[in-house]
């Protein structure tokens, strides 16, 4: 009897596997709800890239966005951000300074005669896609700040907004 239950203990445990491995070992889109979810899906995702993260914001104000930005940048995994020029600059609450501090070595700008970048999307290791409403990476009390976002493991998807990502990149000057 107690064989049986060591036997289901680890066959649970083998198929569930680790909670800090959900967002990225998962094959299926998962949808999130703000205030619910928090950014904690989004810094998993972030946390878990090994080789690369491209990101397109608005602004990010939220300074565990920058930091896991700026910790994995330091071990070695390539990231590269697009932010709004007068955001970035502008904006008490930007997190633009810590992210050049904190070491994020290819921060871009769009200036505002190429347009608003209002875009606000992630691709990790060019294998997940995330994306929703504006003002995603910001720090506005999450328990008052009602968003979506989905994290997408689809190709396809993930190429066309990798095309776009080197689209914004290309228009946008370094820091």
Request: glycine share 6%; charged share 25%; no cysteine.
């Amino acid at each position: 009897m107690l064989r049986r239950i060591f036997i289901a203990i680890a066959l649970i445990a083998g198929t569930l596997g680790p909670a800090s491995d959900v967002a990225s070992q998962s094959r299926e889109p998962q949808a999130h709800f703000l205030p619910e979810a928090g950014n904690g899906p989004i810094l998993q995702l972030l946390r878990e890239a090994r080789s690369s993260v491209d990101l397109a914001a608005y602004l990010i104000t939220d300074y565990e966005i920058a930091e896991a930005l700026a910790s994995i940048e330091r071990r070695g995994v390539r990231v590269r951000v697009v932010l709004d020029e007068d955001q970035a600059m502008r904006n008490k609450y930007s997190q633009f300074s810590m992210l050049a501090k904190g070491g994020v070595r290819d921060v871009r700008l769009m200036p505002r005669e190429a347009g608003i970048m209002v875009n606000d999307f992630g691709i990790i290791d060019r294998r997940f896609l995330y994306t929703g409403s504006s003002f995603l990476h910001t720090s506005v009390k999450e328990s008052s700040k009602f968003a979506n976002y989905l994290i997408l493991p689809d190709a396809r998807l993930v190429a066309r907004y990798q095309q776009e990502f080197e689209r914004l990149f290309e228009r946008s000057k370094p820091r």
